[in-house]
Structure formats: structure tokens, C-alpha cells
């Protein structure tokens, strides 16, 4: 896998989805619209796993494996304008699972893997740490959750399911996808029904 420098993902591609949704339109209970969001949402996670992934193998060193995922956050995370509320809902709930997803990627980088628990423990921490209105510890425990899951460790895609609808529950949705994109790094191809 010798992918050159900064093509691990690029404001290119991005700009494709969010051309594609400006195209197709978005409604929020439809189908078609659901899964162009998971499309959206694991197309950026994939380039993650695969970055992960040339670091663990030694392609690419510590600094360079910080770059390339500062680089995909920043085109990914940039504010977006669309002037229909849905999208940018859309967009946002894939921001806001994008988000775990970098922090998980970053920490694994920089500090390795967390030394005690499991993912669905962490999960169920940050749960109750979010249910206590403690958001950063929820966001400390679902970013541990990620450096897990880069570590091979199993996640069951029920916790996903058990969730209540909030930040945590958003969170998590991006660690199911990173779950997926590291045992299955299949390419969501954009045009992709």
C-alpha cells in the first residue's frame, strides 16, 4: 500500500459527497438518505483506518501518520453551507461521529493503546458519564473505546443499538464504523448506490 503523501483522503473527494448531497437532496426518514450518510461517514473513516494502518506497518512514521490525520480532519470537520436544514443536520451527525473517530486515531498514534478496560466498558462509562452530564470524560472514554478497537479488540455492534440518542450514541456510531473500515477496508466507492 504505497499511497502518496496527503492522498490518503482529499478536499476533492469531500467535496464530491457534499456535491452528491446537494444533488440528490436530503430527507432525514428516507432510506436512500441513510445510507448515503453511512457511505459519507465510512468513505472518511476508511482513509482513518488506512492511515492507522501504514503506522502500525511502518510506512508511515509518528509525525507523518499526525499529519495525514490532522490533514483529514481539517478538510472533514471544516464548516459546510447548505441552505437545506436536513443536510446540514446530515452533515453534522457524520462530523460529530468523525470526530471520535480522529481523537481515537490520534491518541492510538501518539500514546498507544489504553491499558485498562474493555470497549464495551468504556462505553458504558462514557454512558453514564454523559447521563451525569460529564462530556469530556465521555469523550475520554469513548476516544479509549477507539484506541481498543485499533487494537484489535472485538466491539459488539449491539452497543450501538443500546444507546440513547445523544453525543455518546453519535460517538459510538463512528466507532462501529472504524470497527468495520479496520476488519473490512473495502473503498466506498462515490457513486455508490
Not at 69 to 76: D, F, S
Request: proline share 1%.
Amino acid at each position: 500500500m504505497s499511497t502518496p503523501e496527503g492522498e490518503y483522503y482529499t478536499e476533492e473527494r469531500w467535496q464530491n459527497w457534499l456535491d452528491r448531497l446537494d444533488e440528490e437532496g436530503v430527507d432525514l426518514e428516507d432510506e436512500s438518505s441513510a445510507r448515503l450518510r453511512l457511505n459519507l461517514q465510512d468513505d472518511t473513516v476508511i482513509a482513518v483506518a488506512k492511515v492507522v494502518s501504514a503506522y502500525d506497518e511502518g510506512e508511515l512514521d509518528e509525525e507523518a501518520a499526525m499529519e495525514e490525520l490532522a490533514g483529514i480532519q481539517e478538510i472533514v470537520l471544516s464548516e459546510v453551507e447548505f441552505d437545506d436544514e436536513d443536510t446540514l443536520m446530515l452533515i453534522d451527525a457524520v462530523q460529530t461521529a468523525l470526530v471520535c473517530v480522529f481523537h481515537a486515531a490520534q491518541e492510538y498514534v501518539a500514546a498507544g493503546v489504553t491499558s485498562d478496560g474493555t470497549v464495551e466498558e468504556h462505553v458504558e462509562a462514557a454512558r453514564d458519564a454523559e447521563s451525569e452530564e460529564d462530556l469530556d470524560a465521555a469523550h475520554v472514554h469513548c476516544v479509549q473505546a477507539g484506541t481498543l478497537i485499533i487494537d484489535g479488540q472485538d466491539m459488539d455492534l449491539s452497543l450501538v443499538e443500546d444507546l440513547d440518542y445523544g453525543l455518546v450514541a453519535e460517538w459510538v456510531d463512528g466507532l462501529n464504523s472504524l470497527y468495520e473500515a479496520l476488519r473490512d477496508p473495502e473503498v466506498v466507492e462515490e457513486d455508490e448506490a
